[in-house]
């Protein structure tokens, strides 16, 4: 069975620029949650969603967005991107809520 | 709210030595707990979860990690430290009701010495 793919694994952007990440569940799973992973705050849970629906939002300004499609696949979006956005992101599948999370290998986003 | 605290945000032991890394967590009602290890550049691996029923679960890797209620806490250990079992780990706590999603501590990045 196939992980957690997400795409690209690396990514450069310039200070302004927005960025659209990707991220593609284990066959069979909804829920689909995004992480941002920096040096100084660690693992920040940004958004899920279920059966395309945003379940849960963390504490990131609205430049952060996502959404999920029919086929459970999932995108993020950042706008007017800005040094501080440089991270790790991950994406996490689960078949149902609160079960145990799959994680991709992640996004490395560096913001120039 | 759901909270997890990883003692040390830094662990190093030698090579064959017992590896303990701390958890605990503040919670209303037991919830689930989970533990992870990551990799440099990569994404976070599920070594052994608890849920209900025995408290000592055994994981990947030879890693094991009990729930103990009283103490609030879920402590990772491994008899004896490989060298590639170097890597970050981190505690995870998902409420017992609701939807809310997991829940990570800082993470303990565990060296060994050869």
């Known amino acids: 069975k196939a992980g957690v793919t997400q795409t690209p694994r690396y990514l450069i952007k310039t200070r302004g620029q927005q960025v659209t990440l990707s991220c593609s569940p284990i066959?069979?799973?909804?829920?689909v949650s995004w992480y941002q992973q920096t040096p100084g705050q660690g693992l920040q849970f940004l958004f899920e969603?279920?059966?395309?629906?945003?379940?849960n939002k963390g504490n990131f300004p609205g430049r952060f967005s996502g959404r999920q499609f029919s086929n459970s696949r999932s995108e993020m979006n950042v706008s007017t991107l800005e040094l501080g956005d440089s991270a790790l992101y991950l994406c996490?599948?689960?078949?149902?809520?609160?079960?145990?999370?799959?994680f991709g290998q992640g996004t490395r986003l560096t913001v120039v | 709210a759901q909270s997890v605290t990883q003692l040390g945000s830094h662990v190093s032991v030698s090579e064959g030595a017992l590896v303990l890394l701390r958890c605990n967590y503040s919670s209303s009602v037991p919830p689930y707990l989970f533990w992870y290890v990551q990799y440099p550049n990569q994404g976070l691996q599920l070594l052994l979860k608890?849920?209900?029923?025995?408290?000592l679960v055994k994981g990947i890797n030879g890693f094991e990690a009990e729930f103990k209620k009283s103490e609030t806490s879920f402590h990772l250990t491994k008899p004896s430290a490989h060298m590639s079992d170097a890597a970050e780990y981190f505690c995870?706590?998902?409420?017992?009701?609701?939807?809310?999603?997991?829940?990570f501590g800082k993470g303990t990045r565990l060296s060994v010495i050869a």
């Open positions: 969603y279920f059966s395309e629906t945003q379940r």
């Open positions: 066959s069979g799973h909804r829920s």
């Open positions: 995870a706590v998902s409420p017992n009701s609701g939807n809310t999603p997991l829940v």
């Open positions: 996490a599948s689960s078949p149902v809520v609160r079960t145990e999370a799959f």
């Open positions: 608890y849920t209900t029923g025995a408290t």
